[in-house]
């Protein structure tokens, strides 16, 4: 999924003479919490909600008025080393720039435009989606060889049960020459595929490993003896 399929593109924006207190407002009337400062189309930096906190003085702090600092222009305390993004990149690539960045935003940047903003919210809603978790299914971990052509021999057992894949990822093992595949698949009873991915030979490892014959015959066991001890109504 790419960045021009999840961001914002109607994007509110201040310009650099625009007062910490006109920025302010429109954060609250928004509730957003970043603002692209533009110059004409070109993006110049950002200022977020935490740096018109900090622009403000605290409690204790007498020395300037609030009033006066409402009316300073955002050029003041803006960041304008921002870090950008383009509307073709994938958001995985945007979701590890937020986090080894440590920042909320990415301002998205086309031909030297503000085109659009994706948030970290955007990018976390498009991953429970791009997951599958949002629907009903079921999550398969299975170790395999770390060989080529495990991943599509699963999927093709999971095929053959008539069952639709949401998500699929993999990521190594810590066993050494083994991986793990993480099946998210369209089902909310995955025992026949759990079953028939152990017969191919597979070690499913979540769910855990169940013996359903064995507890088929349990349960039929249980079964007759709370029948037994029912009192007859003849």
Known sequence: MQIEEVMKRKVITVSPDTTIGEARRLCQEHRIRHLPVV??????????????????????????????IYEL???????KDVITIHPLDCIDD???????????????????KLVGIVTESD????????????????????????????????????????????????YPS???????LIFR??????RPIIERIEQHGFRVIWPEKLDFKHRTAHDRTEEKEQ????????
Do not use: W
Request: charge should be negative.
């Open 39 to 68: 110059e004409g189309e070109r993006l110049a930096g950002i200022i977020s909600d935490r740096d018109l906190r900090d622009a403000l003085p605290s409690v204790i702090q007498k020395e300037i008025e609030a009033d006066e």
């Open 227 to 234: 029948n037994d001890d029912e009192p007859s109504s003849l």
């Open 73 to 79: 222009p955002v050029s003041s305390f803006m960041k």
């Open 94 to 112: 945007a979701a590890l720039t937020l986090y080894t960045a440590k920042i909320g935003c990415l301002p998205v940047v086309s031909q030297g």
């Open 185 to 190: 698949v369209q089902t909310i009873d995955p």
């Open 123 to 170: 990018i976390l809603h498009s991953l429970v989606e791009l997951m599958g978790v949002d629907q009903p299914s079921s999550y398969l971990k299975i170790e395999v060889d770390d060989t080529t052509g495990r991943l599509a021999d699963v999927a093709q057992i999971i095929k053959g049960c008539h069952v639709n894949v949401s998500n699929v990822y993999v």
């Open 174 to 180: 810590k066993k050494k020459g083994k991986k793990n």
